[in-house]
């Protein structure tokens, strides 16, 4: 009687947030780490990734799994807004409400011994307010050369640590702060331009933007970037640093051809999309790429 009065039919309860895909995983090399996530309430996209990547006939590659390991520390957290990868050495990895510190330790300790990685940029992000959710939200990278900030974060002095550890041979050799994080990749020969969230001129519409994904880009190849076309500022920025500014739509209906251009910004509407709290990153989980030489 209970089961045939209850109103839910589900076989498996709604998973909302799986449009994120982003964050229940991420592809480094020949490697997936699965990760784990935050809220609770996220663990079965988890659990269905590793599914996916440790079954498929289709995917080969080695699974490491935090996620669904039975003794682990409640206190390791990792989601894969919080990673970016800026050369085939070097990751780069937001330290604040998603991923613990306790969580790039495992990072250290379980992944980079198999992936060859030397150098790990980590910037401290604040807990509130909850558009700083990942570090994608304010920084990612557009091209080999150039990159999208949120600049009262990324470039001002402020009390968020940049952090840069040193690896060699899978082990930590040292640990050491940074004046921000376009300086930690200078240091290891990655030299960025930047192109501002908001544009340059007000600082309120940086912030406002940014609270809008305006930092939050995929790029689907190098200088190829696709996000909202609301964050208008954003767009106008990135028209201005030889950006060809493109309508998702005319992509679709094939009116244009993504192979003329060098680089160019292919911009969605996605006003409900936005209100999810993510952009286009969050919602693009990369599986196979090539190697990245900067």
């Given at each position: ?49 590793d ?24 206190k ?64 990612t ?35 050491q ?19 501002y ?98």
């Open positions: 009687l209970t089961n045939f009065l209850n109103p839910e039919r589900y076989a498996l309860r709604p998973l909302h947030n799986f449009f994120f895909t982003r964050d229940a995983s991420v592809s480094i090399q020949n490697h997936v780490l699965i990760n784990k996530m935050a809220n609770k309430v996220r663990d079965r996209e988890s659990w269905i990734m599914t996916i990547f440790t079954h498929s006939k289709r995917v080969h590659g080695h699974t490491i799994s935090p996620a669904t390991e039975q003794r682990q520390n409640p390791i957290t990792i989601e894969g807004g919080d990673i970016l990868v800026a050369r085939h050495d070097t990751l780069i990895v937001g330290l604040g409400m998603r991923t613990s510190a306790q969580g790039i330790d495992y990072i250290i300790d379980h992944l980079v011994p198999h992936t060859g990685i030397q150098h790990l940029i980590v910037q401290e992000l604040p807990h509130t307010p909850e558009s700083f959710i990942h570090l994608d939200m304010v920084f990278l557009l091209d080999h050369h150039k990159c999208m900030v949120f600049e009262p974060l990324i470039l001002k002095s402020t009390r968020y640590q940049t952090i840069y550890i040193q690896i060699d041979n899978g082990k930590v050799t040292s640990i702060h940074s004046s921000n994080l376009l300086a930690a990749l200078k240091s290891i020969g990655i030299e960025l331009e930047t192109v969230c908001g544009g340059s001129k007000d600082p309120w519409i940086q912030e406002r933007e940014q609270w809008h994904s305006g930092a939050n880009f995929f790029a689907f190849a190098p200088g190829k970037i696709i996000g909202y076309e609301r964050n208008i500022y954003t767009v106008e920025e990135l028209s201005k640093h030889g950006f060809e500014v493109l309508k998702a739509n005319d992509v679709i209906q094939q009116r244009i051809d993504l192979s003329r251009y060098s680089r160019c910004v292919v911009t969605i509407e996605g006003a409900e999309l936005a209100r999810g709290g993510g952009g286009a990153r969050c919602m693009t989980m990369p599986v196979r790429r090539e190697l990245l030489q900067v």
